[in-house]
């Protein structure tokens, strides 16, 4: 897929890159279990269901949430979406909008050993990390989607425009969606469904 960034923010572009670390990041403090700062919570104990799922596999992540998904978000024509880095098995996939170049839409997808770690991983943990990137407040858990999903609005430290993100668990798998701007959560909600939807 071709990657076109000249017309985006670069300031949006900039802290969007800042993510492929950030997501090392959540790799490494996830195999250590939770963090010492973090809180238990009966949403975030696995269950013996959750623990004998059966592993998913994580693919390109831009075949989870597409070009034509980005489109429907922006109510644009797809040919307005770029793509804005991707590489395979990177687990990250950026997409811009040519008609609004402070939009961005930000899709990270870590694939764990198996469902009892990446239950381990606590919300608290995720929106620490990335905390640097995006202000982020009002958490919530949201039932009905995948095992277990938390939404929070956000402030973008590289535009101060306010989004939303989710992060959002399958079985093994952990996909988190930052959509920037946005009013609200609604999106983030229906680009999770869609793309666990994509999970195999």
């Known amino acids: 897929m071709t990657t076109h960034n000249a017309s985006l923010d670069p300031r949006l572009r900039r802290g969007f890159a800042v993510a492929v670390v950030a997501l090392a990041a959540v790799a ?5 279990g939770p963090s010492s700062g973090s809180t238990s919570s009966s949403q975030s104990t696995p269950t013996p269901a959750k623990q ?5 596999t994580l693919p390109d992540i831009c075949t989870l949430v597409t070009t034509d998904d980005a489109a429907k978000i922006w109510n644009v ?3 307005q979406v770029m793509n804005m880095g991707s590489a395979a098995g990177a687990g990250l996939c950026i997409y811009g909008n040519q008609a609004s170049p402070q939009d961005g839409l930000l899709v990270i997808g870590q694939s764990y050993p198996d469902a009892t770690s990446a239950q381990a991983v606590q919300p608290e943990q995720l929106a620490a990390i990335y905390s640097r990137l995006y202000g982020i407040s009002n958490a919530k858990s949201v039932s009905g989607i995948g095992d277990k999903a938390f939404e929070y609005t956000t402030t973008s430290a590289a535009t101060g425009s306010s989004g939303a993100a989710i992060f959002v668990f399958k079985a093994n798998i952990l996909i988190m969606i930052i959509l920037s701007p946005a009013s609200d959560t609604s999106g983030v909600e229906s680009l999770a469904r869609t793309a666990l939807s994509r999970l195999s």
């Not at 490494?28 to 250590?32: E, L, T």
């Not at 004998?52 to 998913?56: E, F, I, P």
Request: proline letters at 0%; one cysteine or more.
């Open 28 to 32: 490494i403090s996830a195999c250590g």
């Open 77 to 79: 024509d797809k040919t």
């Open 52 to 56: 004998a799922s059966k592993n998913l």
